[in-house]
T-cell receptor, first 118, second 111 residues
Framework: GAVVSQHPSRVICKSGTSVKIECRSL??????MFWYRQFPKQSLMLMAT?????????EQGVEKDKFLINHASLTLSTLTVTSAHPEDSSFYIC??????????????FGPGTRLLVL | DAKTTQPNSMESNEEEPVHLPCNHS???????IHWYRQLPSQGPEYVIH???SNVNNRMASLAIAEDRKSSTLILHRATLRDAAVYYC????????????FGKGTKLSVKP
């Protein structure tokens, strides 16, 4: 399957600072990428859908000014958690969708980024 | 998005087949059925997806009921590395295809 990477894999930061997480599709181009968040012992929650060259679409309840998403190229999307607070500590996972028709296109997920805000 | 219902947990013995059920009684004609699995502290891994016909790949088989209101993921010979949370997800054809994850089934594999 296609490969999606995330960087960093783990980050610890102080409350009030901003953290940027990168998501890259390594061997395919992705016009659409997705950002998820997962709290311990819970399922993944979709935060936003990111389309290359346009503004991200945020799910209800997700603050767009707090979670800044940039999808500047077909292989890179970034999520910036601005003014992070301890309640933002979570496992952030991106996915990238391959092109093609609905029967062939597939979402591939990155390995996740563990964010701990002190 | 239509919802799916899966058992919270299942157990299997190593090298035996595993049938993971999923009910999606409110599925629409344009919904695709996706299966992903997630190991602890990792991102989800794509397993298989289909629309109406049964599907096979190197990882698993997907059996879709004729009325499409249920499906079964089949692991032909479970290994210890198959222990994970398995998610059955519906996505709309022709839409952004957003995947909305439910709670999934936690599969344990005993040696």
């Amino acid at each position: 399957g296609a490969v999606v990477s995330q960087h960093p894999s783990r980050v610890i930061c102080k409350s009030g600072t901003s953290v940027k997480i990168e998501c890259r599709s390594l061997d395919f181009q992705a016009t659409t990428m997705f950002w998820y968040r997962q709290f311990p012992k819970q399922s993944l929650m979709l935060m936003a859908t990111s389309n290359e060259g346009s503004k991200a679409t945020y799910e209800q309840g997700v603050e767009k000014d707090k979670f800044l998403i940039n999808h500047a190229s077909l292989t890179l999307s970034t999520l910036t958690v601005t003014s992070a607070h301890p309640e933002d500590s979570s496992f952030y996972i991106c996915s990238a969708r391959t092109s093609g028709g609905p029967l062939t296109r597939t979402q591939y997920f990155g390995p996740g980024t563990r964010l701990l805000v002190l | 998005d239509a919802k799916t219902t899966q058992p919270n947990s299942m157990e299997s013995n190593e090298e035996e087949p595993v049938h993971l059920p999923c009910n999606h009684s409110t599925i629409s004609g344009t919904d695709y059925i996706h299966w992903y699995r997630q190991l602890p502290s990792q991102g989800p891994e794509y397993v298989i997806h289909g629309l109406t016909s049964n599907v096979n790949n190197r990882m698993a088989s997907l059996a879709i009921a004729e009325d499409r209101k249920s499906s079964t993921l089949i692991l032909h010979r479970a290994t210890l590395r198959d222990a994970a949370v398995y998610y059955c997800i519906l996505s709309l054809r022709g839409s952004q295809g957003n995947l909305i994850f439910g709670k999934g089934t936690k599969l344990s594999v005993k040696p």
